[in-house]
């Protein structure tokens, strides 16, 4: 069940990397249980968002089909997710400035939690600018994040000076870590964050689905 949060939140489905594991391309335009894996994730967020855009780049129009704007990074050279949050920063400047937080999300993992944003948005606590960040099975998954707007110049200052890793970043800030429980899918105990980063595991994930509708 998704849960909508309390004040709205800007979602940016995070596309912009190269896949090398997959073997490169898109690989969030795979299919997955009968439709793009891309697909399943914006079924997860948009019902946990006020807007959804999606992070991605080279050509915005082989994502056409999903309605969504597309927005590249706006630093060269696939510098990693920090690049896909400060796109996002951008997008929320000019489209919805009123927004104080965007949230990001994997656009390869199909089973992330339904109130992933309402809890991320409850462990900040009510601080701002806090950066609230997603872990399970004692591990943080730094691209699962809420991220407050007013660090929009810092994070870019941060990204022209050098700055790749998003703990190298977050560190440097208020930062908070939610905790969430394994899911149940089809009988087995799944990681939420499970990722298809390889072949073998978007086979899984399909697996996971097929028990999941017996």
């Known amino acids: 069940m998704s849960a909508q949060p309390s004040e709205p939140i800007i979602g940016v489905l995070l596309a912009?990397?190269?896949?090398r594991r997959m073997g490169g391309g898109d690989k969030s335009l795979l299919e997955l249980a009968g439709k793009p894996l891309l697909a399943h994730v914006i079924e997860r967020l948009r019902p946990q968002v006020a807007t959804l855009v999606l992070n991605a780049n080279g050509d915005p129009e082989r994502f056409g089909a999903f309605g969504l704007d597309v927005v590249a990074d706006p630093v060269e050279g696939f510098a990693g997710?920090?690049?896909?949050?400060?796109a996002g920063y951008g997008w929320a400047r000019e489209n919805a400035p009123?927004?104080?937080?965007i949230v990001t999300a994997?656009?390869?993992?199909?089973?992330?939690?339904?109130?992933?944003?309402q809890r991320l948005l409850s462990a900040t606590g009510?601080?701002?600018?806090?950066?609230?960040?997603a872990g399970s099975a004692g591990r943080l998954h730094p691209v699962f994040g809420l991220w407050p707007t007013a660090l929009a110049e810092d994070l870019r200052a941060a990204l022209h000076s050098g700055t790749r890793k998003v703990l190298d970043w977050t560190d440097r800030h208020m930062m908070v870590k939610e905790e969430f429980a394994?899911?149940?899918?089809?009988?087995?105990?799944?990681?939420?964050f499970f990722n298809a980063?390889?072949?073998?595991d978007l086979a899984e994930a399909q697996a996971l689905f097929e028990a999941a509708a017996r």
């Open 16 to 19: 912009g990397g190269q896949s």
């Open 81 to 86: 997710p920090l690049a896909g949050v400060l």
């Open 98 to 101: 009123e927004a104080r937080w």
């Open 106 to 117: 994997a656009s390869d993992t199909p089973f992330f939690p339904g109130d992933l944003v």
């Open 126 to 133: 009510g601080a701002y600018p806090a950066i609230a960040l």
């Open 182 to 192: 394994p899911a149940e899918i089809g009988g087995k105990t799944v990681d939420p």
């Open 197 to 200: 980063n390889r072949p073998d």
